[in-house]
């Protein structure tokens, strides 16, 4: 059984592993893809302005009949920004009508400025911006295009939303991204419950056989004890009779606890637990579940307290609260090798009491101490297998924490020992 269990688990890790190798490859193909796309179109749109504005500078040349530039008239200065060669001055809005023109024909439809060099004034002149798509002229707002001085005449033109418009152009690419992204999600989020649910499939587990053990003991104690006095010679042995008697009645009484801690977690699970809550005084309270306690467990615990506080009223349902302390204490002694050596005190702050409880006993380790709270969770104790229980008592402890409003929090150090902190508003 513990080898097909350790098998399992190594399929499970490789599946997980294999998946996110897969994901982590079409991620980094996707990108790839995306990016050299993205290059692509550029170059493509690069070349199409090129194209465009010497075409322009040819037309300008035929308009004015003068000698159209020798060589490569167009130069790009930056990403977005190109110079075009003259022969001589232009008219700007003869210019507009060319760019335009020359723009449309070779299918890009993006916004442009443009500005005319004067070279008696060595700075750009004339600007304004142009919308291809609304026909809508404004004043330029890229201040300063930069000079290009190996030429007497030339204009620039500025496209200020180029990668924009590369990026429509790449819609489609974009959008299967998108997609693939939210199949990526989709698998991250199945892998989480995939985990989660296998964590929780464990821990049901675990207590279904804890759970096993714990009525399995009492039964068989009543099993017996039911054979013992079905025998007929018990008649004429009253304290022996009693001694089997008072067996049944304890055992079955451990099984009702035991059932009574499963409903009442089923109970908060559900949310159909409600609180009867009323004004208890703190300290008799306490005072009634130490002796309790110490009547109980006088074999295997120390306890000392420490009340600060006296006469101080809370609001709680009695019974949750005393069960909560009850829980506490059960644990101290639970973990503890020896004798059991505890320490409940009260702390006021201001408006709010402290409840502490304090052991000396086997701590719990700093990778479990923030999941104790959690429902079947139990500390490991190595090979040894003496600490009974479900996993649900520090569950319904925190739980019936939040409900009342409390906070409860857990310091431990392994070994030395842990200390419990429920912080309780009080009335008076």
């Known amino acids: 059984m513990a080898i097909f269990v350790l098998m399992k688990n190594v399929a499970i890790r490789w599946v997980v592993a294999f998946g996110i190798i897969t994901v982590l490859g079409i991620v980094a193909a996707q990108s790839f893809w995306v990016v050299k796309i993205w290059n692509a179109e550029e170059r493509k749109l690069n070349q199409q302005i090129y194209m465009a504005l010497k075409q322009v500078a040819a037309q300008l040349a035929d308009h004015y009949h003068s000698m159209s530039p020798s060589g490569h008239p167009v130069k790009q200065m930056e990403d977005d920004y190109y110079v075009v060669e003259l ?39 004339c600007g304004n911006r142009v919308s291809i798509l609304n026909a809508k002229i404004s004043e330029s707002t890229y201040q300063g295009m930069p000079l290009y001085n190996k030429y007497t005449y030339y204009f620039g033109v500025y496209f200020p939303n180029k990668s924009n418009y590369v990026f429509s152009e790449m819609d489609t690419w974009f959008m299967l991204s998108a997609v693939l992204l939210l199949v990526i999600l989709f698998f991250g989020y199945t892998l989480i419950v995939i985990l989660r649910q296998k964590r929780w499939s464990e821990l049901q587990k675990d207590f279904i056989n804890n759970m096993t053990h714990e009525f399995k003991t009492p039964i068989a104690t009543i099993n017996v004890s039911a054979d013992v006095l079905q025998t007929p010679d018990i008649r004429d042995q009253p304290q022996r009779l009693q001694d089997y008697a008072r067996i ?80 506490l204490l059960d644990n101290a002694v639970k973990y503890s090798d020896s004798l059991a050596k505890i320490l409940l005190k009260t702390e006021q702050r201001d408006d709010t009491i402290n409840v502490i409880i304090e052991d000396q006993g086997r701590g719990i380790p700093s990778e479990y101490a923030s999941k104790v709270f959690h429902k079947f969770v139990r500390v490991p104790t190595g090979n040894q297998h003496d600490v009974k229980g479900f996993g649900l008592g520090l569950y319904y402890v925190d739980r019936i924490c939040k409900l009342h409003r409390w906070k409860i929090g857990v310091q431990s150090e392994l070994g030395k020992g842990t200390r419990f902190t429920i912080g309780i508003p009080i009335i008076t």
């Open 87 to 125: 022969t001589d001055m232009v008219d700007t809005k003869v210019l507009e009508h060319y760019l335009k023109t020359a723009l449309v024909k070779a299918n890009i439809v993006a916004d442009f400025e443009y500005a005319v060099y004067d070279c008696t004034k060595q700075k750009m002149v």
């Open 248 to 327: 049944v009645k304890e055992q079955s009484l451990r099984l009702n606890e035991q059932v009574e801690k499963v409903l009442q977690v089923a109970k908060l699970e559900q949310k159909a637990l409600c609180l009867r809550t009323e004004t208890i005084v703190l300290e008799e309270e306490l005072g009634g579940i130490c002796n309790e306690f110490q009547t109980c467990n006088g074999n295997q615990a120390v306890l000392d307290t420490c009340i600060e506080s006296k006469n101080s009223s809370i609001v709680a349902d009695p019974m949750h609260f005393r069960n909560v302390i009850q829980n």
